[in-house]
């Protein structure tokens, strides 16, 4: 049986269905980062005495919060009932979290408007809160809020807050990863489905590794992995040279491993 190759337009259909099968596995393993992260909090309104908790993650390096998920002792939800909640962290704890302060519990006024920004995302206007930072690895990713309507939120809710936010790095490490990806991935599906419609996801992966706010090492490593592909990028010719270098910094690497 002599096999034929497949025609273009059933070609073409056969990506966009692996392409939606493949974003539908990104966003259920986004949503289930979410689940953990509601999750986390939920346990934590059951272990202090406060009211709801949320967690605010830098979307990008210096720009805007995002709010995915608020819990309380009785389950968790989205804060706008189908979204999360966007925000600049300017004139919130979380500016002072990002700047590198520590975590605080604070007591909050009626109609405080260090909170102001948040509100949509709660069921009630608290009167004492914690915030405690985020950090994946060195860096202060976002933070955790606490939040409580009536009892008083003191020092040990705010050890334990922090032991919280331990636990809770683990899972933001992973959904900031997952978002980036599918981010990266939608921009890439035009080129997937054909070559009639082309995406700049060079370009989109250059602005994300440098939007990141990783370890210095790290960045800089991104940084010459973004270059090279520019390079190669460029043509056949420059392909080899970006591989001619390649072979030799490994072959260098190789040489400092056996002095070691």
């Known amino acids: ?3 034929r190759p497949l025609s273009e337009p059933f070609t073409a259909r056969l990506r966009d269905l692996l392409s939606t099968l493949e974003s539908g596995a990104l966003l259920g393993v986004a949503e289930a980062r979410v689940r953990g992260l509601g999750e986390h909090l939920r346990f934590a309104c059951m272990a202090l ?16 919060l995002s709010v995915p998920v608020v819990a ?3 389950g968790f939800r989205s804060p706008l009932g189908g979204g999360p909640l966007d925000l600049w962290p300017s004139g919130t704890p979380f500016a002072y979290l990002l ?8 007591g909050l006024s009626p109609g405080d408007s260090m909170v102001a920004s948040l509100r949509p995302a709660l069921a009630a206007d608290p009167v004492y809160a914690v915030f405690v930072p985020i950090r994946v690895g060195s860096v202060v990713a976002g933070g955790a809020a606490l939040f409580s309507h009536r009892d008083r939120l003191d020092q040990r809710h705010l050890e334990m807050a922090e032991r919280l936010a331990e636990v809770l790095s683990l899972t933001v490490e992973s959904f900031r990863t997952e978002r980036a990806i599918f981010e990266l991935f939608a921009r890439a599906l035009p080129d997937l489905i054909g070559p009639e419609a082309p995406t700049a996801l060079g370009a989109a992966l250059e602005r994300h590794v440098l939007a990141l706010r990783a370890a210095p090492e790290y960045r800089r490593r991104l940084q ?6 520019r390079v190669a990028d460029r043509g056949p010719a420059e392909a080899e040279l970006a591989a001619a270098l390649l072979d030799r910094i490994d072959a260098y690497a190789r040489t400092l491993q056996g002095g070691a």
């Open 99 to 106: 700047a590198g302060g520590a975590g605080h519990a604070v």
């Open 49 to 64: 005495p406060c009211s709801e908790a949320l967690v605010a993650l830098e979307v990008e390096a210096l720009g805007r």
């Open 224 to 229: 010459l992995a973004v270059a090279v592909g």
């Open 1 to 3: 049986m002599v096999s």
């Open 72 to 74: 309380d002792r009785d």
